[in-house]
């Protein structure tokens, strides 16, 4: 049977649905400019286990579960489950902790600079200009051979880890709900003020989330790989879908009334604009080097791939590392160390790719 979803106007439409839900999430609760946003979410995420202490961004956003379960219930279905790993895993982890690093400097990830820009938020586009740099100077790389080695085929017990990881997730969520006033339910933490205390419903989310999951594995939606195939190849299939979303959120806003042009006073937002745009340039060369942006990593981990999976942990070991020492930033600008960080980030993702590069050392 043909895969509709991968075709021109699949991923047009995979790129659609997925601006109008996340705008729709928005205005069902979460966060401003913020309807999906997978560096975010994970951060959120980590804040909810503890091993970060921000108060203001502790929520288990149902939505990250349910793009890896999504994906995965798709794979199985269509026979893509197929469980993998083996390719450098710490290089990944480490590619995944700069990845998220950069993110929250900037405040989002691919995903969310899109959205930012949809809601009107002119800082995005410093952020996006930074993607676009750090996903090319990642293509320079790939000219040279760069690799990280080939994948090996595991049992299923390998493939079925991460969507048990995400599900018991989930169970934890329904064991230990957010109480109304409270920070702490059980192990699990609560933002009670911030953005990690708005978000939709959770059944909202949920569905959201395994919907997105779902459609996204099927069509290989990848917003670095839109960046990658357009400047690699001139290819713009990837692209299309990438633009449908900023084209589709965008509309979506204008009839919610959510879109606000201009620069200052954005949500979740800081007008520093070298810093928006050298957070996301290192992003963006660690997805380039890891293969995939943070949505994708997420439906590959669904699908069995084991190295996506050290990759998604390494952001979330990220997300903890950017808050317990001062490296996020937040609307009032970078964080005490995020500077350093950014310097720190992008000699780590440049050795990675240097280091890795089969023509200059064979």
């Known amino acids: 049977m043909k895969n509709v979803f991968a075709t021109r106007w699949g991923i047009i439409v995979v790129g659609a649905v997925i601006g109008v839900l996340a705008a729709l999430l928005q205005k069902f ?11 975010c979410f994970e951060r959120d995420i980590a804040g909810a286990l503890g091993l970060h202490r921000a108060e203001v961004v502790q929520y288990l956003r149902p939505e990250i579960p349910g793009f890896v379960l999504g994906a995965f219930l798709s794979s199985l279905l269509v026979g893509d489950f197929k469980p993998r790993a083996g390719s450098s ?18 405040l989002g990830c691919p995903w969310r600079a899109l959205l930012r820009l949809a809601g009107g938020d002119g800082n995005a ?17 790939f000219r040279y051979g760069y690799s990280l080695g080939r994948t090996y085929r595991q049992g299923w017990g390998v493939g079925l880890l991460m969507p048990i990881v995400m599900a018991g997730l989930l169970v934890l969520v329904f ?17 009670v003020k911030g953005p990690g205390s708005q978000h939709a419903a959770l059944a909202i989310s949920l569905i959201v989330g395994l919907g997105v999951g779902a459609i996204a594995q099927r069509s290989r939606f990848c917003t670095m790989g839109a960046l990658r195939d357009l400047i690699l190849f001139n290819h713009w299939h990837l692209f299309s ?42 992003a963006g060369l660690a997805f380039a080097l890891a293969g995939g942006c943070p949505g994708r990593q997420l ?3 669904g699908e069995g791939d084991g190295d996506a999976g050290i990759f998604v942990f390494g952001m979330i070991m990220g997300a903890a590392f950017a808050h317990n020492f001062g490296l996020a930033s937040s609307p009032n600008g970078i964080g005490p160390h995020g500077i350093a960080a950014v310097a720190v980030c992008l000699i780590v993702c440049l050795c990675i790719g240097f280091t890795n590069l089969k023509k200059i050392g064979e």
């Open 299 to 301: 439906f590959m981990s």
């Open 241 to 282: 879908g990438f633009l449908a979303l900023l084209i589709f959120a965008w509309i979506t806003n204008i009839i919610l009334g959510q879109f606000h042009p201009g620069f200052v006073g954005q949500p979740v937002a800081h007008t520093q604009s070298f810093w928006n745009f050298a957070g996301m340039l290192v």
């Open 89 to 106: 895993p710490l290089a990944r982890f480490l590619l995944g902790m700069c990845a998220m690093i950069g993110a929250l400097v900037f």
């Open 29 to 39: 609760g979460n966060p401003g400019n913020m309807g999906i946003c997978v560096a």
């Open 125 to 141: 586009l410093f952020g996006l200009v930074g993607l676009v740099t750090g996903v090319g100077i990642g293509t320079i790389f």
């Open 175 to 191: 064991i230990f709900p957010q109480t109304e006033g409270q920070p702490q339910n059980g192990v699990l933490f609560y933002s």
